[in-house]
């Protein structure tokens, strides 16, 4: 076998090490990740429409008493 010189068989080129890349990308997910939360959080809920009628109090007595009433028979 011949010998090889260790920078003619290295795995990978020199450059921008791996790392620096997958931080920079876990970064811009987070800012992406915020953005879209900021834009959910300023808009308008869809069901705060002002065309239903507002909700009454309930009429005064309709408290329930503890009573059953069952319907007379009519047969």
């Avoid at 450059?15 to 876990?26: M, S």
């Avoid at 992406?32 to 009628?53: E, I, M």
Wanted: net charge negative; charged share 15%; no cysteine.
């Amino acid at each position: 076998m011949s010998n090889l010189e260790p920078e003619q068989v290295r795995q990978g080129k020199k450059g921008t090490p791996v790392l620096l890349i997958l931080i920079a990308g876990l970064v811009l997910a987070l800012i992406a990740f915020l953005a879209v939360g900021a834009y959910g959080w300023f808009l308008p809920d869809s069901d705060l429409s002002t065309d239903r009628p507002a909700i009454e109090a309930p009429a005064v007595g309709s408290e329930p008493t503890g009573t059953v009433v069952a319907p007379e028979n009519s047969g």
